[in-house]
């Protein structure tokens, strides 16, 4: 399994912007698809963003298109959520995973690898 390391969430005034990241150990990260999930307090949680293996495949949750983009630097390890103009229902939650094939049609039930979480609050 590839283990992930979620950081850059904080506190941001709505229209703001951070850039989540995302470090992965592990040998094969370059082999596997990987996204962004998020969980807002009393919600489920559900898909942000996924790009494939190399980066040349992204998709994105209708909620987010336009404003946030994935992207992924395959010689660091790591995948980022750059995220522009928040709201405040983009509050929540934000989790990385490592999918199990190298294409960008990730599920929640298709993740093997989860980080551990980072928050992200947008104030109005």
């Known amino acids: 399994q590839v283990q992930l390391v979620e950081s850059g969430g904080g506190l941001v005034q709505a229209g703001g912007s951070l850039r989540l990241s995302c470090a992965a150990s592990?040998?094969?990260?370059?082999?596997?698809?990987m996204g962004w999930f998020r969980q807002a307090p009393g919600k489920e949680r559900e898909f942000v963003a996924a790009?494939?293996?190399?980066?040349?495949?992204?998709l994105y949750a209708d909620s987010v298109k336009g404003r946030f983009t994935i992207s992924r630097d395959n010689a660091k390890n790591t995948v980022y959520l750059q995220m522009n103009s928040l709201k405040p229902e983009d509050t929540a939650v934000y989790f990385c995973a490592a999918g199990e094939s190298p294409n960008a049609s990730i599920t929640q039930a298709s993740c093997a690898s989860w980080g551990q979480g980072t928050q992200v609050t947008v104030s109005s």
């Open positions: 592990g040998r094969f990260f370059n082999a596997f698809g």
């Open positions: 790009v494939n293996w190399s980066g040349s495949n992204t």
